[in-house]
């Protein structure tokens, strides 16, 4: 595994689209799960990692970023936040979502 001087992101080779609006950051994390949910130890510490290196070496705005972590990512906070963005965004808007937790596998589809 990288150490956290090790990990960056690069996107000189990216493709570079232009945008009147504003780039938004929702960054969901979850480590602590009520039992007997196995607990994670990475990430909450990967989200900040990631929400910090976006915000010190590209033009993202800190005001721009939502982060829930643990306790707060609850799903009535997670439904709150995305109406605001259906209210609020624009189509000139971007929303990049980040989530590193458990996912949870749907029977019925036979996926995760």
Avoid: W
């Amino acid at each position: 595994m990288p150490k956290k001087e090790d990990i960056s992101i690069k996107l000189s080779d990216a493709e570079v689209i232009k945008s009147n609006g504003e780039t938004h950051l929702f960054f969901i994390a979850i480590d602590e799960y009520e039992k007997p949910i196995v607990q994670l130890n990475n990430a909450v510490r990967d989200a900040k990692a990631i929400a910090e290196c976006l915000l010190k070496n590209y033009d993202f705005k800190s005001e721009n970023l939502v982060m829930l972590l643990n306790q707060q990512a609850n799903q009535d906070a997670i439904d709150e936040q995305f109406e605001k963005y259906i209210n609020e965004l624009t189509s000139e808007d971007s929303l990049i979502l980040f989530f590193s937790g458990h996912g949870h596998y749907a029977e019925n589809r036979r996926s995760g």
